[in-house]
């Protein structure tokens, strides 16, 4: 599920360029291209040193054991059946996913991929929809069909299938922010496909500034229209919405993000979903949960899970924009529209 792609409030290139920090040292830009998106990097290291191949090398890594679109990569051997062994950090996703799906009551589901392909939002081929084949996918669809015990995948049936897609964004942010860490780099923000981490403060030795598009459909360029814009420090934050990734057909608009219990994308008045917490594979996936499962029952959630913050934005019932924000989110509302 491809995810909104928020503003970063700063000038980004693909060669890393530096500035003066008046206490420690450079600043360092880097960006390109991983998991079928871009990445951009801040960070301050007190010399210049570029870190983008080492950066390259961990995201090419991570494709290789998380990509869909990579025929050799560890997942989609997985779901040819061909391997069930499986890496410690294959078990970390996989654990995180099974949490936010026990959490969202089924609604967040990693095993939701022969849909998604059905549906023409995946690496597979779209069927021609009709109730009896979303009824003989559906089959294979939850998180009760598949375990991981001592680092090996069972399933339940071998048509069951992973898909990541709304959650691995996350992981490589804390992937790399885990590599940034062992370097002992104070100050960072890490961006892979709109999914953000940032740790201490930029080079205005201010907080992190991070823009929110208005969830307008057509609305495809980053930063044109802004709805909020949020200052933050040592969080995580993710954007989910159906306002980028959707097709039209008979009049009627199909988002990516699928219902995992009806087998149909979600249809709510839900439009965005932008979650900040402590890691950002958890953001991510809590964004794309409560973009299918809506307004309600996702406020219903964030009245329990005291360790998320989240700004919704939302139709009613004249199709005006409204807001629903935790309480925690308002120390970092910069400026709102």
Same mark, same amino acid.
């Given at each position: 599920?491809?995810?909104?792609?928020?503003?970063l409030l700063?000038?980004?290139t693909?060669?890393y360029?530096?500035?003066l920090?008046p206490?420690k040292?450079v600043?360092?830009k880097?960006? +390109?291209f991983?998991? #079928?998106?871009?990445?951009?990097?801040?960070?301050?290291?007190?010399?210049t040193?570029?870190?983008?191949?080492?950066?390259?090398?961990i995201? =090419?890594?991570?494709?290789? $054991?998380?990509?869909l679109?990579?025929?050799?990569?560890?997942?989609?051997?997985?779901n040819r059946?061909?391997?069930t062994?499986?890496?410690s950090?294959?078990?970390k996703?996989?654990n995180?996913s099974?949490?936010v799906?026990e959490? $969202?009551?089924?609604?967040f589901?990693?095993?939701?991929?022969p849909l998604?392909? !059905?549906? #023409?939002? +995946?690496?597979g081929?779209?069927s021609?929809i009709?109730r009896?084949?979303?009824d $003989?996918?559906l089959q294979?669809? +939850?998180?009760n069909?598949v375990?991981?015990e001592?680092?090996?995948v069972?399933?339940?049936n071998?048509g069951v299938?992973?898909?990541?897609n !709304?959650?691995a964004?996350g992981?490589?942010?804390?992937?790399l922010?885990?590599?940034?860490d062992?370097? $002992?780099?104070?100050n960072?923000m890490i961006e892979v +496909?709109?999914e953000i981490?940032?740790k #201490?403060?930029n080079?205005?030795q201010?907080?992190w500034?991070i823009?929110?598009? =208005?969830?307008?459909?057509?609305?495809?360029i980053?930063?044109q229209?802004?709805?909020?814009?949020?200052q933050?420090?040592n969080r995580a934050l993710?954007t989910s919405?159906?306002? =980028?990734k959707f097709?039209e057909e008979d009049?009627?608009?199909y988002?990516?993000?699928?219902?995992?219990?009806?087998?149909?994308p979600?249809?709510?008045?839900l439009?965005?979903?932008?979650?900040? !917490?402590?890691?950002c594979?958890?953001?991510?996936a809590w964004?794309t !949960?409560f973009?299918?499962?809506g307004?309600?029952k996702?406020?219903a959630?964030?009245e329990t899970k005291?360790?998320?913050e989240?700004?919704?934005?939302?139709?009613d019932?004249v199709?005006?924009? =409204?807001?629903?924000?935790?309480?925690?989110v308002?120390?970092y509302i910069l400026?709102?529209?």
């Open positions: 599920m491809q995810k909104i792609k928020l503003l700063c000038t980004l693909s060669v360029y530096s500035c920090s206490d040292g600043f360092l880097i960006s +390109g991983t998991q #079928g998106t871009t990445y951009h990097i801040t960070y301050e290291y007190p010399d040193v570029n870190l983008k191949p080492q950066v390259d090398s995201l =090419r890594e991570f494709d290789m $054991s998380f990509s679109y990579e025929p050799n990569s560890l997942i989609s051997k997985i059946n061909e391997v062994s499986v890496s950090g294959f078990v996703i996989f995180k099974l949490e799906w959490g $969202s009551e089924g609604y589901d990693v095993t939701v991929m998604v392909n !059905a549906w #023409g939002f +995946g690496p081929m779209k021609d009709e009896n084949i979303i $003989s996918l294979y669809v +939850g998180m069909k375990k991981i001592n680092n090996q069972i399933k339940e071998p299938t992973l898909d990541f !709304a959650i964004q992981y490589s942010v804390d992937v922010a885990e590599y940034f062992s370097l $002992s780099i104070e960072y +496909g709109g981490i940032t #201490g403060l080079h205005e201010q907080l500034k823009g929110i598009d =208005r969830p307008d459909f057509g609305n495809m980053p930063g229209q802004m709805q909020v814009i949020l933050i420090r993710a919405g159906n306002y =980028r097709y009049g009627v608009k988002s990516h993000s699928i219902n995992p219990k009806t087998g149909y979600s249809r709510n008045q439009l965005s979903a932008t979650v900040l !917490a402590d890691d594979m958890t953001a991510d964004a !949960a973009m299918v499962m307004l309600e996702s406020k959630v964030l005291k360790d998320l989240a700004y919704l934005i939302y139709g019932e199709g005006q924009y =409204r807001v629903y924000a935790t309480k925690g308002e120390p400026k709102e529209k």
